[in-house]
């Protein structure tokens, strides 16, 4: 059992649609990061969420973190092509030691 | 420009053979990270080593051995390896060990076992 849910695993959509994205967890997580990995690049750091309820925005994208810091979405408005790759969360959960934990990522096409 | 490099991008090996991954980070940190990143399971953290001493070893085998000469650099000694250790292997930095510390990440060696 993964300490983090991601869904959906894959998700292909069209440009200028709106789409969401979801990081799942039984645990409570101090805070929680999302990364865009594209193919041949390692991830890189979109956001950190540190307060339950908190919602962040970065352009078009809009990033929450759930009251209770189990859950997190992440939410593209018009997306498009550049925004194609690899999503991924990622934190270290309370009762886990100093362990950092990736979700299983979210693999995202957006088509022309 | 993440800061960090790693050589080489591409490696292919036999089980026999003995190779090493280099990771270099340019950024000042001093924290650096292994991970490896396979399709069947989320990226997995492998080895942390802080001001050059390491810090945790998540229950890795002995045949990958991590080498931290100093805070700017990072090797991962392969040796006897198998097949299903073909993933890709990311190295990453950050200010210091703490994971609240953003982290950056490599491009990463594909590795190939045969």
């Known amino acids: 059992t993964q300490l983090l849910e ?3 695993q894959f998700l292909s959509i069209q440009e200028g649609e709106n789409l969401t994205v979801y990081c799942n967890s039984s645990s409570v997580f101090s805070s929680l990061q999302w990364y865009r990995q594209e193919p041949g690049e390692g991830p890189v750091l979109l956001v950190t969420v540190v307060t339950g309820g908190e919602v962040k925005k970065l352009k078009r994208l809009t990033f929450q973190f759930g009251d209770a ?11 498009q092509t550049g925004d194609t790759g690899l999503y991924l969360c990622a934190g270290a959960p309370v009762n886990y030691g100093q362990n950092f934990v990736f979700g299983p990522g979210t693999r995202l096409s957006v088509l022309p | 420009e993440t800061g960090v490099t790693q050589t080489p991008r591409h490696l292919v090996m036999g089980m026999t053979n003995k190779k090493s991954l280099k990771c270099e980070q340019h950024l000042g940190h001093n924290a650096m990270y292994w991970y490896k990143q396979s399709a069947k399971k989320p990226l997995e953290l492998m080895f942390v080593y802080s001001l050059e001493e ?8 002995s045949r990958f051995s991590p080498e931290c000469p100093n805070s700017s650099h990072l090797f991962l000694h ?7 250790d073909s ?3 990311l190295c990453a930095s950050s200010r210091d060990a703490v994971f609240t510390d953003t982290q950056y990440f490599g491009p990463g060696t594909r590795l190939t076992v045969l």
Do not use: F, G, W
Request: charged fraction near 20%.
């Open chain 2, 54 to 61: 390491r810090v945790e070893n998540n229950s890795v085998p």
């Open chain 1, 69 to 79: 810091r189990k859950d997190s979405s992440l939410h593209i408005t018009a997306a």
């Open chain 2, 87 to 89: 993933a890709l292997y």
């Open chain 2, 78 to 84: 392969l040796h006897t390896l198998q097949p299903e």
């Open chain 1, 6 to 8: 991601q869904s959906p």
